[in-house]
C-alpha cells in the first residue's frame, strides 16, 4: 500500500507520547503528515488523495477520524481512490472499537498492515450556520441535546485522569441546563425526545452498545431517542460505563430509517465528539461507500 499517517504532533496523553517516540519505525514505510491546527487533518486528508496515496491512517481519536474520513469526501472520488485505516490514540476510540482494532499502538499498526478491507455506510448531517451551509460526514455517531452540550463542557485535565467517564462528570453539569424537546422525523413517523442520540455502529462512548442491533453496513441510521433527560438518566449511563452494559430506560423510543430530520429551538448538536451547531439537521447516509481496514 501507498499509505500517510495524519497525526497531531502536539496530541496530549501516553498513547501519542508513546506513538512518537515510535515514529522512525512508520518514516521508513510510509509519509508522515503532521496537523498544524484544529482541522488540519481535513486539508490534509484531501492533499493526500490528491497525491495518490490510497491509504490514509487517522493516528488519535474519533476527531481524528472524523476529520480525515471529511477531507477523503473533500477530494474528488475521494472514497473511490482512498480507504481509511486507524490507529487509536484518543480517550475513547469508539470506531476503532467497534472496527474490533486493537487498543495497543504496535498491535493496532500490524492489524492496519494484515488487515482486510470492508465496506461500510458513511452518515452525513446537513445543517446551516452564520458560516452557510455545510455537509459533515461521519463514521459512528452523532446526538443533540445533552450529549452536544456535555461535550462543550469537558475539561481535558479530567478527561486524561478518568477516561470515558470525563463525559459523565460533563453530562452532570449539563444537566443544570434547559433541555427543549426535539422532535425527529423518521421512517414515517415523528417522535420527540430532550435526547437524540445517533448511531452507525452499535457503540456509543466506548463500548456501550446503545444501538444493539445497528451495523455498519446495512444503509440505515439508528436513532435512540430519550424523551426525557434526568438524573437517572446519567446514573444508568454512570454505571454502563464501569459495567459495559447501559441500562437502558424502558421509554425510549428506537428508530431506524435511511434518513432523518431533527428540529427544536436552541439545541445543539455534534458529530464525532464535535460541535457542529443548532438544529435543526438533516441527516442521510451513503450506503457502502467508504473502504475502511479491519482485522482479519
Known sequence: MRACIIF???????KARHFRRHLAEFAGAVALKPTQAPGDGRRLAAEAVRDGFDTLVAAGGDGTVNEVLNGMADAPEGFTRARLAVLPLGTVNVFARELGLPLHLRSAWQAILNGTERMIDVPFADYTNAA???RRFFAQMAGAGLDARAISLVDWETKKRFSQFAY???GMKAMRGPHPPITVEADGRTVTGELVL???????????????????DDGLLDL???????????????????????LVPRDVKMLRAPRARLTAASVPFEVEGDLCGMLPVELSVLPGVLRVVAPR
Open 8 to 14: 497531531n504532533p502536539t496530541a496530549k496523553g501516553d
Open 132 to 134: 452557510g451551509s455545510h
Open 168 to 170: 459523565v462528570l460533563a
Open 198 to 216: 445517533v448511531g452507525n455502529g452499535r457503540f456509543y462512548g466506548g463500548r456501550l452498545p446503545v444501538f444493539p442491533d445497528a451495523k455498519l
Open 224 to 246: 435512540c431517542v430519550f424523551p426525557r433527560v434526568e438524573w437517572g438518566l446519567i446514573a444508568r449511563y454512570a454505571l454502563g460505563f464501569v459495567t459495559g452494559h447501559p
